[in-house]
């Protein structure tokens, strides 16, 4: 994931990013009581990277984190809820789709639970990293000028 925004605080090796609103927001109907509006996220300055609050920047998630996000957010919890479906039958013969039901939504929560544990820990505990400068919207800083008329 990759993102731009402007550098509002800066410590050290971290720095504080403000988001402005994404291309696709303008088009969208809740834009207005939308959360990504001006939302900030703590990152880290990669390594050589220098910036002044103020500077436009981008700003990277690490495609490990992203991944381990997708296996713990959305893969661990589906497990959980097939795995938990599946063993009240096997604990209870008896036990009706309800019951079986529930302890699938259990092993649900329980996935849930795990991704909230797991998001402070391991490869998604890692802050966001300035890569870099950005260049402003509609601004090639590496463009050749054009030919005079």
Not at 28 to 33: F, H, P, T
Not at 82 to 105: F, H, K, M, Q, T
Request: one cysteine or more; hydrophobic letters at 45%.
């Amino acid at each position: 994931m990759r993102e731009q925004g402007v550098v509002t605080r800066l410590d050290g090796r971290s720095a504080t990013v403000m988001f402005a609103m994404g291309e696709g927001c303008a088009h969208c109907d809740s834009s207005s009581e939308c959360s990504v509006n001006d939302r900030t996220v703590e990152t880290e300055l990669a390594e050589g990277v220098s910036v002044s609050v103020g500077d436009f920047v981008t700003v990277e998630v690490a495609a490990k984190a992203r991944t381990a996000g997708l296996l713990w957010l959305v893969a661990a919890p589906l497990a959980l809820f097939a795995g938990g479906y599946a063993l009240v039958p096997v604990l209870s013969p008896g036990a009706g789709e309800g019951l079986s039901a529930l302890g699938g939504i259990l092993g649900f929560a329980l996935g849930l639970l795990a991704a909230t544990v797991m998001t402070r820990r391991g490869a998604m505990a890692g802050k966001p990293v300035v890569t870099g400068p950005a260049s402003l919207p509609g601004h090639q800083p590496d463009a050749e000028p054009g030919p005079e008329a």
